[in-house]
């Protein structure tokens, strides 16, 4: 059978023109988060099934690539069921991974802790423009710090570095968890008994809510009233909370306006809080961007239990990026919360954008290629390489390369990678 020469789908070979931005936007992210005090880690790519399937993913759980169990504990016959076979998995993200890290090393860490972490994850979702079955994620996390200035160094830090990349005039979509239950609590949503149960544990079923109102920019307000309400909630809720919607403004007046409105259903230190992460930013960012209130933005990952935060970019039409707070997951591993809150940046798509501007990076050494006459002597082939061997020792990017037939079109090749300049070394003129 003949070898296949494609990637498997979902995945993507990376050409010599993406990886010169890659290299540079790696080691731009670095440079940048260590200035606002980050530290390096890195953890495993493969992770504990359980972790992974603790119910703390969303649907990114029902994406992992699963890994079998080996040698003597992988036993097919005496399997009933995929979780006999399986005792590991790709991870999906880098926070259930941070999570577990921090937990086995916490004693060897400093509190506050905050982590920059690079790494490939892995989703079996369907691929799409900008979206790969492997890709590289870029978080940042601080943890061990319970105020808002984590989520303040967080946002200032990521915009920082988009402002360096080039990127302006995006805006850092902020909501919180807890100001969404609020709002469901206080329009009266009836609690829901699971199938089987009585209603003695019947319990608000949030997590539905928030599904349908994250479909708000796809489905408008219209779309959002018909799920809810053909979920079983009744019209008089449902046109009470989604009135709350028409009344919000994105700034920190429609934040007060819920603090005033939703009463005993919200904690004034939850609005306060947020008003100051997007007081304090607004006065301290470098990049030029806008914060806004969202209250329609839920994010995913149902680990989160705070403030929440995403990027969106008009040229890209959709997030670039986003994280928010996850206090209890570290709890899972310890049993102990510990306060914790990340920010993740789309590296896939903010390279794809940087390449469909055609990106140049800046302070790129000229590249020079030497072109070598077949045949040179072994003599004059020594003065070439010295030659080399000295502009390199200074700085310079030189390139080696035999002349081919066709000149012209190896110049022209050698142009459209960068090279500048080009020599041509001929035995009878050295």
Not at 61 to 69: N, Q, S
Not at 91 to 98: A, I, K, Q, S
Not at 146 to 164: D, H, R, V
């Amino acid at each position: 059978m003949a070898m296949k020469k494609k990637p498997v789908t979902g995945m993507k070979d990376i050409l010599p023109r993406e990886m010169e931005i890659r290299d540079y936007a790696i080691g731009l992210i670095k440079d940048t988060y260590k200035k606002f005090g980050f530290t390096s880690v890195e953890t495993p790519c493969v992770e504990h099934i359980e972790n992974l399937s603790s119910k703390q993913g969303g649907e990114n759980e029902k994406l992992i690539f699963k890994i079998m169990k080996r040698g003597e504990k992988l036993r097919l016959e005496e399997a009933t069921s995929a979780a006999d076979l399986v005792d590991g998995g790709l991870r999906y993200d880098l926070t259930v991974p941070l999570s577990r890290y921090y937990s086995n090393n916490s004693n060897d860490l400093p509190s506050p802790f905050k982590a920059l972490q690079m790494g490939n994850v892995w989703r079996a979702d369907r691929p799409q423009k900008g979206r790969y079955r492997q890709f590289m994620q870029c978080d940042i996390d601080i943890l061990g710090e319970p105020t808002n200035i984590a989520e303040i160094e967080l946002i200032l830090a990521t915009s920082t570095l988009l402002g360096k990349l080039d990127f302006s005039n995006f805006t850092i979509r902020i909501n919180d968890r807890r100001i969404l239950r609020a709002m469901v609590d206080y329009a009266g949503f009836e609690p829901v008994a699971a199938e089987g149960e009585s209603s003695e544990g019947a319990a608000i079923d949030y997590d539905n809510i928030f599904i349908t109102l994250d479909k708000m920019d796809k489905i408008g307000l219209d779309g959002v009233r018909e799920e809810l309400i053909a979920a079983g909630n009744s019209s008089e809720t449902v046109d009470k909370y989604l009135d709350l919607f028409g009344k919000i403004t994105p700034d920190v007046a429609g934040i007060k306006f819920l603090k005033d409105t939703l009463g005993e259903y919200l904690d004034e230190s939850i609005t306060d809080g947020l008003a100051f992460i997007i007081e304090s930013v607004e006065g301290a960012k470098e990049a030029e961007f806008k914060m806004a209130f969202d209250p329609t933005l839920v994010r995913g990952m149902s680990y989160y239990t705070g403030p929440i935060f995403e990027i969106s970019m008009d040229e890209y039409g959709g997030s670039v990026g986003g994280g928010g707070r996850y206090d209890e997951m570290i709890g899972r591993f310890t049993g102990n919360d510990t306060p914790a809150c990340g920010f993740s940046i789309g590296f896939e798509r903010i390279i794809m954008l940087l390449l469909e501007r055609d990106f140049k990076v800046p302070g790129s050494s000229e590249k020079t290629a030497f072109m070598i006459e077949k045949n040179m002597p072994k003599e004059k082939m020594a003065k070439i390489l010295s030659m080399a061997k000295e502009r390199r020792a200074v700085g310079e990017n030189i390139n080696i390369v035999m002349m081919k037939k066709n000149k012209k079109f190896q110049k022209d090749q050698l142009t459209a990678e960068g090279y500048t300049e080009i020599t041509e070394f001929f035995a009878d003129k050295i």
